[in-house]
């Protein structure tokens, strides 16, 4: 069975400009969340997906969004990029008890 | 409000020897699951051991037990005979039990855990 993908792996952007981020969740999960990953903040809850409808959100501004495909894949948009939105941004894929991460998407924002 | 502490940001231990990493967390729901991950250099979350709120027994993974006292909120993590391997960082998480919808996932800060050959 394959793993989470998240894609792509790494992604430098520039203040201003808009992003997204894409989660393949392990074949047969409905729920897909996604989570910022900050050397100061640690890991935050951004939301949550569960057969295409968000179940639940962090509090993050707007400018983050997300949404799920009718094959459970994910995508999160950020956009009007901030300095303080470079993190790693992981994907966790869950269908019962465990939650499944992938390998994450390194954003840099310059 | 859920919220999870691990108050021990850096631990470090002996090759062989045996390491318990603290963990306490706060909620007022009586059906919920806790959960150790390791996040490697790779970055990626991979889960240790995880337990149920209902269950007294601790959970145990081959070399990774828990300590779970439910009345105290707490929620260790012991790891036996360490390997170099288990060098990363360590995050505690709690996730509420919803029954048919699953709860999201809370973590503590994380312990960064060396093991020393």
Not at chain 1, 102 to 108: A, D, I, K, S, V
Not at chain 2, 28 to 39: A, G, N, P
Not at chain 2, 102 to 113: E, S
């Given at each position: 069975?394959?793993?989470?993908?998240?894609?792509p792996?790494?992604?430098?952007k520039?203040?201003?400009?808009?992003?997204?981020?894409?989660?393949?969740?392990?074949?047969?999960?409905?729920?897909v969340?996604?989570?910022?990953?900050t050397?100061?903040?640690?890991?935050?809850?951004?939301?949550?997906y569960?057969?295409?409808?968000q179940?639940?959100?962090?509090?993050?501004?707007?400018?983050?969004?997300?949404?799920?495909?009718?094959n459970?894949?994910?995508?999160?948009?950020?956009?009007?990029?901030?300095?303080g939105?470079?993190?790693?941004?992981?994907?966790?894929?869950?269908?019962?008890?465990?939650a499944?991460?992938?390998?994450?998407?390194?954003?840099?924002?310059? | 409000?859920?919220?999870?502490?691990?108050s021990?940001?850096?631990?470090?231990v002996?090759?062989?020897?045996?390491?318990?990493l603290?963990?306490?967390?706060?909620?007022?729901?009586?059906?919920?699951?806790?959960?150790?991950?390791?996040?490697?250099?790779s970055?990626q979350?991979?889960?240790?051991?995880?337990?149920e709120?209902?269950?007294?027994?601790n959970?145990?993974?081959?070399r990774?037990?828990?300590?779970?006292?439910?009345?105290?909120?707490?929620f260790?993590?012991?790891?036996?005979?360490?390997?170099?391997?288990d060098?990363?960082?360590?995050?505690?998480?709690?996730?509420?039990?919803?029954?048919?919808?699953?709860?999201r996932l809370?973590f503590?800060?994380?312990?960064?855990l060396?093991?020393?050959?």
């Amino acid at each position: 069975k394959a793993g989470v993908t998240q894609t792509p792996r790494y992604l430098i952007k520039t203040r201003g400009q808009q992003v997204t981020l894409s989660c393949s969740p392990i074949s047969g999960h409905r729920s897909v969340s996604w989570y910022q990953q900050t050397p100061g903040q640690g890991l935050q809850f951004l939301f949550e997906y569960f057969s295409e409808t968000q179940r639940n959100k962090g509090n993050f501004p707007g400018r983050f969004s997300g949404r799920q495909f009718s094959n459970s894949r994910s995508e999160m948009n950020v956009s009007t990029l901030e300095l303080g939105d470079s993190a790693l941004y992981l994907c966790a894929s869950r269908e019962t008890v465990e939650a499944f991460f992938g390998q994450g998407t390194r954003l840099t924002v310059v | 409000a859920q919220t999870v502490t691990q108050s021990q940001p850096e631990m470090s231990v002996q090759e062989a020897e045996t390491v318990t990493l603290s963990c306490t967390y706060d909620t007022s729901e009586s059906d919920y699951y806790l959960f150790w991950y390791k996040q490697p250099p790779s970055r990626q979350m991979i889960l240790v051991i995880r337990q149920e709120a209902y269950k007294q027994q601790n959970a145990t993974e081959n070399r990774f037990s828990v300590n779970f006292q439910k009345a105290a909120k707490s929620f260790s993590l012991k790891i036996s005979d360490s390997q170099l391997g288990d060098a990363a960082m360590y995050f505690c998480a709690y996730s509420p039990d919803r029954g048919s919808t699953l709860g999201r996932l809370y973590f503590g800060r994380g312990t960064q855990l060396t093991v020393w050959p």
